[in-house]
């Protein structure tokens, strides 16, 4: 083992205990665990898509053959993706223990906004939704960008266009900003707080590819929020925040199953909806 790998593995595992040690506060204080909700997550919970099947119907003496609306599971990924197959295996679980109120769910704008720009993110009905009946929480990004930017909506959820914001964020001197507006009304002082303390986000973007600034955007509004975990299926992002760099993480990256793990909830829920199933827009099985 090399110095650099011991040296790895001895921050991966103070990250744990003190992860560990926030489970514990919370499970004696008997308060749910704060858990910030990644877009893939809310994206994969919607397990149901649209299907058409045909069906024998009586008509007179003849019979004739009708389409019928409704659903179909999702498939999971194939055998090439066991890892993010058994991530997803894990929803069920996580959408039961938010309804009983073991943990709370929490996500804001931006992260909202990339669901918009995929079809199949956000559902028109809760049928299949692993998060029917959670109220997932909004709170304020870190440092809302709409107070420094504004463009026409479509325009303003590219995902170009977050990663711009990123890296005017990494301006050298920026925070000077913070003092500058200071007093004025239109900026909230939780705002200007942020933007003067913006060098935090600066260390979680540091070795992360362009790319994956939105993602340090969201871990940084995770924590400044109060946030215990960022849950996602994102695992590069979770090996590059927990592997590859040597920082402390008051809000850590997690998949699903090491949310589980933390909570040790070994058994997982099955998925409401069987594979292969046709069911009506009522949710029947036909």
Known sequence: MTPRTSAALTRQGLVAAQVTL????????QSPLKVFVDNCILSVSDT??????QFPL?????????DVVGYMRKPLPNSKDQWKRKEIECLPTIGRIAREGKISLFTYFE????????????PANSIGNIFSGVSINHVDAAVERSYFFQMELGQF?????VIEYCKWLMTPGIEKLADRLSGNPDYPLWLLNNLRNV????????GLAEKQYPDALHLWSAEVNGSNLFLTIDGKFIRAMTKS?????????????????????EDKDPFEFREGQFYDI????K
């Open 199 to 206: 060098q935090r986000f600066r260390d979680l973007c540091h």
């Open 22 to 29: 926030v489970v514990r506060q919370k499970m004696a204080d």
């Open 58 to 66: 009586n008509w007179a003496s003849s019979v004739q053959w009708v």
């Open 282 to 285: 009522s949710g029947r099985p």
């Open 245 to 265: 760099k040597n920082i402390n993480l008051p809000c850590k990256p997690v998949s699903p199953a090491e949310l589980l793990d933390i909570l040790k909830i």
């Open 48 to 53: 149901m898509q649209g299907a058409k099947k």
């Open 157 to 161: 959820i590219q995902t170009e266009k």
């Open 111 to 122: 992260l909202l906004s990339e669901g918009w720009k995929r079809s199949g993110s956000f």
